[in-house]
């Protein structure tokens, strides 16, 4: 299986799907095409929160501001995984996440035929290679290499503290549905639901889900992701909490959560 | 195979994509994952004028404004096809479509890894075990257990007088194109093509297809879902006829149909 | 292997799916449903641009302003491939790219299930029909019938006049990220990189590449196409040299290329 993940929008990816298609027989599955544009550091979590779903695959990714210039290709092996896209911190949030066996390699390649489409040109064409020979042989490739160095990105840790009742994070994406997801795990929610905190310095209601309130009303929820996020029910939490990716956040409470907890148990 | 459809937009379907190729060899197809949001009346309305067009599947559909409250989760045999999603309506008028043998079961399932995700958590792992077991087999699975009672969902019927020359109906939705498609059978229009009638006491021409007219002229034509909708040639009918879903549409007619079918013949 | 493509957004595309997956064993693949709408000479431009990256295949596209008037269904063998759809020159450009030899079939059908969507009810069937048969075998069918004549569909040439250092082309297409698509061979840009050019009489660099400029710098670059186009770095060309499609283009250049490329070589 080779998933596919850009930020191109239409039509451009339909190349893709038609190097690979006539590469090698591996079924496609699009992650999506729709990743903000240009934005290496939305796609990243994105592809580290959705990969960990996949059976073992080569994910050929790619949102890249600096195609056709120096920056590296890349072919990243996680476990019986692999990532193939270009260096510039993208895959690694998702690679460690997927495994802690994460093998950096440097991927080769001729002149391409465009300097403005290397996803068509480059990692399509890698994604493919690496898929025929398996991700356990990728040494064995010509164009591969042990990657010396490579950009890496990882996301700020939030500050917990726990006796004091506050968390500092931030927003690290918003999602279509406009909730605004931090870094903060959503375990400090632990005790809390049905209680409120303040974020930002406003009260507002923690739940587990958003249809307990009105449409409109606005949340402190866990997401799917297991983090965090603020959200409106039937609303967008973006707007509603005046927020936005990198957007600091403060939590405050005043609960005793642990007698929370033995109260809902 | 199994067929996903959602208003999740991108890139949540990813996970669900990911969960069901983990969890079985099924083919998936998306139907889309573009239905506007917590619109269930809507996607129940696609739903049922798409799916008919499938093979034998499994259909994993999740509109799903109840996410994370006590509403249960459906598995609905309907014929030779399987619908997998909320008890809350969505996917009973496809089912009925689909087959004159429906039966509903309800799906148990542990608690699901989040509250606000279940398509990635419950819906999807359901439609892979159902794939796996087979439709016919349902009720061996351990989950599945005869629903005793379920949210039905139906469209209004409209009030159709040929003799008085009227049709009282409903838009039930707007496409993407923004026709706006009724609940009035397009069979009212035989024997009026070429002819006019009122449309909330508007003339409007009524057509077999939009080119036949200039662009952005106004047209009564019969859907590809066999309904009476209202039209604009290269235009949106939503915004020219002054409606959407839920108004009350008025068609008159002071013709013969007979003569003209004659006519026509 | 199957491809759609059509202008048709969501949700009608999954019929088409669905009549396909009933009617044939295919692999289907999407190229693209988000063509603009009634816009039949750009996805023309798209398909030719797009298709000869795919393996041998059936590739069924439908934009149809003329849907349920006159207008015929083909079906176009352009060597290994046959393309299927509308006859309105959408399928002619691509089918020339595809293959030097070009064979155009009318397709006969009974009265289609619906007068607005031939997409579901004649393109697709006729898609699964030769793909069934084989693509050297479309004139066994019943239903394939050499096509007398044919509407065309040809993009305006430019006019290169390498001495005077000057082209005059026509914008063909805009794509998703605003990059103003030109018929100018690429070509012209040899021995100007670097350099600068009068685009409409505004100078402009001559870039491999959109990140070696700041973000916001306008260029001019040679597309993954082949083409040139006028873009921005991290933004929308189109409405930084005030283009759209059909705008002329006038290239002037007051360098000696061939001295430029002895001296990159």
């Known amino acids: 299986m080779i998933t596919l993940a850009s930020d191109f929008g239409s039509p451009y990816p339909a190349a893709m799907r038609g190097v690979i298609a006539g590469g090698c027989d591996a079924r496609i599955v699009d992650i999506t095409h729709e990743f903000p544009r240009q934005n290496v550091r939305t796609a990243a979590f994105w592809l580290r929160e959705l990969l960990p779903y996949y059976p073992p695959a080569v994910h050929c990714a790619v949102v890249d501001p600096g195609v056709g210039t120096g920056r590296s290709a890349l072919v990243v092996r996680a476990g019986e995984h692999a990532l193939v896209g270009p260096d510039n911190g993208l895959l690694l949030p998702a690679a460690r996440r997927l495994s802690d066996a994460v093998e950096v390699f440097e991927w080769t390649h001729d002149d391409p035929a465009s300097t403005t489409f290397h996803g068509r040109d480059v990692f399509a064409p890698a994604a493919a290679a690496v898929h025929d020979a398996g991700v356990d042989a990728i040494e064995r490739l010509d164009r591969a290499h042990p990657a010396e160095e490579h950009v890496d990105l990882a996301f700020p840790e939030p500050t917990i503290e726990e006796p004091n009742g506050h968390a500092i994070g931030e927003v690290l994406v918003v999602d279509g549905f406009g909730n605004a997801i931090t870094n903060v795990p959503g375990g400090v929610c632990e005790g809390l639901f049905g209680e409120s905190v303040a974020v930002n310095d406003e009260r507002v209601p923690v739940e587990r889900s958003y249809a307990v309130l009105d449409p409109?009303?606005?949340?402190?929820?866990?997401?799917?992701?297991?983090?965090?996020?603020?959200?409106?029910?039937?609303?967008?939490?973006?707007?509603?909490?005046?927020?936005?990716?990198?957007?600091?956040?403060?939590?405050e409470w005043s609960v005793d959560k642990k007698r929370n907890d033995e109260d809902s148990a």
Do not use: C, I, P
């Open 216 to 251: 409109g009303d606005r949340l402190l929820t866990v997401g799917s992701h297991g983090n965090v996020e603020l959200a409106v029910n039937q609303g967008r939490g973006e707007d509603a909490f005046g927020v936005t990716s990198g957007t600091t956040v403060r939590l």
